[in-house]
């Protein structure tokens, strides 16, 4: 009978000195910090309560555009007419006409370092399924809940004010995840400062995003402002072989988002370190198998295991790990048995897979008679009278 089994495994050398972190005390409405680089969420307030998102929301018409150009359904040389709606929409615009015909990459430029609300119009109708800039904000929707974006509804192209435009933390997190891992080759696109769109708006040509003129490794994502979501910012940073992504929501100010970004970004990289746990060569621990040519299987994760720690510490870390057994053999080398769950003090529980370190045959004939005949002893011992 199968049942849940639970192993300990800080007596095999996963035992890492770690304090609870200090978390981050933000002004903002919602926030969501994560590690890229370990998936450890280091920060999480009210982080998946739908809220106005504002200009972030473009991020969204960003990723369907990529999405297009990868499947050769729009290219970056490719001239798109501008409508009267696109030209209606004030805001952070390219001051776009409608006798103008805008290259793609021009738009998306005007988009990601001008937030221009028209840039945004004339993509979202060139890829609507109806042609309006509606039936793309239903296709945005659409194409959210299939990436994960539960806390996500869009009403328009550009986060203009609008009933029903929501969007959570968590799912511009998830979605600057996505911009940064799908499209590398479009993501430095966001660390432009400037984008002078044939000098028409002088006025309208830097990056909103306060970060990328410090020295801190910022290189994106987007800015957004209304007065019902007032300021906020998805942005990311690398440093080393880390990166941080973090969203901030709901601030008085652009100083105040300023301040509070840059904050997050220092504290994510100097209070935390990234620590190798295990290593795909070692068993951290051994499974048990039935009716095997051997009794248990070594267990490892599927690569070098890397967890993020904060800095300082004087207490072991709780680990262990969990599966279904005893597991039937064979099993195969890489074949994934069991999880590891590791619990940091002050963070969330991290689980991991762990995968067989090798090839168990099932066992020959004595081994199967031995399994079967221990099992019908215990039963004996265990009920004489119902085995009479």
């Known amino acids: 009978m199968l049942s849940s089994i639970r192993t300990s495994v800080l007596a095999l050398g996963l035992a890492v000195l770690a304090i609870p972190a200090q978390a981050f005390d933000t002004s903002a409405r919602a926030a969501y910090v994560i590690d890229q680089t370990t998936g450890t969420v280091l920060l999480s307030k009210e982080a998946d309560q739908p ?18 150009l990868r499947d050769g359904r729009l290219t970056l040389d490719e001239t798109l007419p501008v409508s009267e709606h696109a030209m209606s929409y004030g805001g952070s615009t390219m001051f776009l006409n409608t006798q103008d015909r805008v290259r793609v990459e021009d738009l998306l430029r005007g988009i990601i370092v001008l937030s221009g609300n028209d840039a945004c119009v004339v993509i979202a109708e060139a890829l609507s399924p109806d042609g309006t800039e509606a039936g793309f904000a239903r296709y945005m929707t659409q194409r959210a809940k299939q990436m994960g974006m539960n806390n996500s509804n869009f009403a328009n192209s550009n986060g203009w004010p609008a009933a029903g435009h929501m ?77 941080v992504i973090f969203v901030l929501t709901g601030l008085d100010s652009t100083g105040q988002r300023a301040e509070e970004a840059e904050a997050v970004v220092n504290w994510s ?20 198998l039935w009716m ?44 994934q048995l069991a999880e ?43 009920n004489p009278l119902e085995s009479m």
């Open 51 to 68: 809220l106005p998102p504002a200009s972030m929301s473009k991020l969204m018409t960003l990723y369907v555009a990529f999405e297009a």
């Open 167 to 243: 969007m959570s933390a968590h799912d511009l997190a998830v979605l600057a995840d996505r911009l940064i891992t799908d499209f590398p080759e479009y993501y430095p696109l966001f660390a432009e400062e400037v984008f002078e769109f044939d000098g028409r708006a002088p006025s309208n040509a830097r990056n909103r995003n306060p970060l990328l003129r410090l020295d801190i490794g910022a290189d994106g994502l987007k800015t957004g402002h209304t007065q019902e979501a007032g300021y906020g910012l998805v942005g990311s940073a690398k440093q080393g072989d880390r990166r």
């Open 269 to 288: 990289f100097r209070n935390f370190v990234e620590r190798t746990v295990a290593t795909a060569e070692t068993p951290i621990a051994e499974a048990k």
């Open 292 to 335: 095997g040519e051997k009794k248990t299987v070594g267990l490892v994760p599927e690569g070098d295991l890397n967890v993020l720690f904060p800095v300082l510490g004087t207490q072991n870390v709780e680990a262990e790990v969990v599966y279904e057994g005893p597991i039937n053999a064979p099993v195969k080398k890489g074949q």
């Open 340 to 382: 590891l769950v590791i619990k940091p003090e002050g963070l969330p529980e991290i689980r991991r897979p762990l995968v067989a370190a090798e090839d168990v045959a099932i066992g020959g004939f004595m081994v199967r008679m031995l399994t079967v005949g221990g099992i019908v002893l215990k039963d004996v011992i265990n």
